[in-house]
Nanobody
Framework: QVQLVESGGGLVQPGGSLRLSCAAS????????MGWYRQAPGKQRELVAT???????NYEDSVKGRFTISRDNAKHTVYLQMNSLKPEETAVYYC???????????????WGQGTQVTVAS
């Protein structure tokens, strides 16, 4: 009933930029937090950035000053602007949303399928 679809990934040169988008759709009553995670080959999935419905943000230390997370609550969409990309940031980037589907149900975390970001010359 709830689906998250990421877009905007691709191949970029070191030092370049990409803007990722993630749109949530389906049976959504409200969304509290949304965020981006990434998983590189041979590594665990790690948090990149999160944003609450009120606009409070958190970033992984290595991306501070280079990445910016934002959201459009009306469209249930979260964005990640990535600047000065590094080769070691090559990974599959996943969108996450903490969704309430009704007044009676609790909050559950949903995940997108992921989008590949490759940073190479």
């Amino acid at each position: 009933q709830v689906q998250l679809v990421e877009s905007g990934g691709g191949l970029v040169q070191p030092g370049g930029s990409l803007r990722l988008s993630c749109a949530a759709s389906g049976s959504i009553f409200s969304i509290e937090a949304m965020g981006w995670y990434r998983q590189a080959p041979g590594k665990q999935r790690e948090l990149v950035a999160t944003i609450t419905s009120g606009g409070s943000t958190n970033y992984e230390d290595s991306v501070k000053g280079r990445f910016t997370i934002s959201r459009d609550n009306a469209k249930h969409t979260v964005y990640l602007q990535m600047n000065s990309l590094k080769p070691e940031e090559t990974a599959v980037y996943y969108c996450n949303a903490d969704v309430s589907r009704s007044r009676k149900l609790g909050i559950y975390g949903y995940w997108g399928q992921g989008t590949q970001v490759t940073v190479a010359s």
